[in-house]
């Protein structure tokens, strides 16, 4: 899988999203508390634009009455029809057996690490002053 740097850490800020294009695909990224996750930008339903969904948390019940509010800002509600999927893992809240939506590997990488790359043919000196976040597609 290649890697791509799509911005720096501090163009994204915690809670924040940013949407990228990666050969062709839209790639939405997210910021959760300084933890970035990365999902394909078409619901799996009927192809509406995640980027700009709400991000909301989960309603949790044991019994009928009883209900806590939990994972603030971690689950994503599609914007045409409200589907639902956890941003850490893509997974379906709707249907989490059959559907879930695709999501990429995501790093922080410092930027001295961007630079080199796997290979070196020429070294010049560089000095970087901040991290990138980096999709692995």
Not at 49 to 66: F, H, K, N, Q
Not at 85 to 91: K, L
Request: with cysteine; aromatic share 10%; hydrophobic share 35%.
């Amino acid at each position: 899988m290649a890697k791509h740097v799509v911005a720096t850490v501090n163009e994204i800020p915690p809670g924040d999203r940013k949407l990228v294009t990666i050969r062709g695909r839209q790639i939405a990224v997210f910021n959760l508390d300084g933890e970035f996750y990365g999902l394909f930008n078409r619901c799996p339903h009927q192809g509406g634009p995640m980027c700009e969904g709400l991000l909301t948390g989960l309603i949790e019940a044991d019994m009928p009455g009883e209900y806590r509010y939990s994972r603030k800002g971690e689950i994503l509600r599609c914007p045409w029809h409200g589907w639902e999927f956890d941003v850490r893992t893509g997974q379906s809240y709707c249907d989490p057996a059959k559907v879930n939506l695709r999501s990429y590997p995501v790093e922080v990488a410092e930027g001295q690490r961007v630079v080199q790359g796997p290979y070196v043919a020429e070294t010049i000196p560089v000095t970087i002053e901040e991290q990138y976040v980096v999709v692995e597609m």
